[in-house]
């Protein structure tokens, strides 16, 4: 099992930008896959960024070179760096992890963008 917290979320004008934090309760080395889902209300929830235990990420095209995912080995964590955002990037985002085909999620940080 893993416990996952995410923090940092909040309101920003467009064009701004923010960084989600996600702690885990064990080593990410053990985790086979971390990433980052958000969901907007009246939509279905969608994956924005993921990184493998290779290193190996992989993002929506949506945000591709506006977002970036990375990890910080030592506090378990992984980060999304999320710049230039725009109001269709307003949504409940939520950490999620994969370990050995089990899937666990974050309790979710609300990111709201205004025009």
């Known amino acids: 099992q893993v416990q996952l917290v995410e923090s940092g979320g909040g309101s920003v004008q467009a064009g701004g930008s923010l960084r989600l934090s996600c702690a885990a309760s064990?080593?990410?080395?053990?985790?086979?896959?971390m990433g980052w889902y958000r969901q907007a209300p009246g939509k279905q929830r969608e994956s924005v960024a993921v990184i493998t235990s290779g290193s190996r990420t992989v993002y929506a095209d949506s945000v591709k070179g506006r977002f970036t995912i990375s990890t910080d080995n030592a506090k378990n964590t992984v980060y999304l760096q999320m710049n230039s955002l725009k109001p269709e990037d307003t949504a409940v985002y939520y950490c999620?992890?994969?370990?050995?085909?089990?899937?666990?999620w974050g309790q979710g940080t609300q990111v709201t963008v205004s025009s």
């Open positions: 064990r080593s990410i080395f053990t985790i086979t896959g």
């Open positions: 999620h992890a994969n370990v050995l085909g089990s899937n666990y």
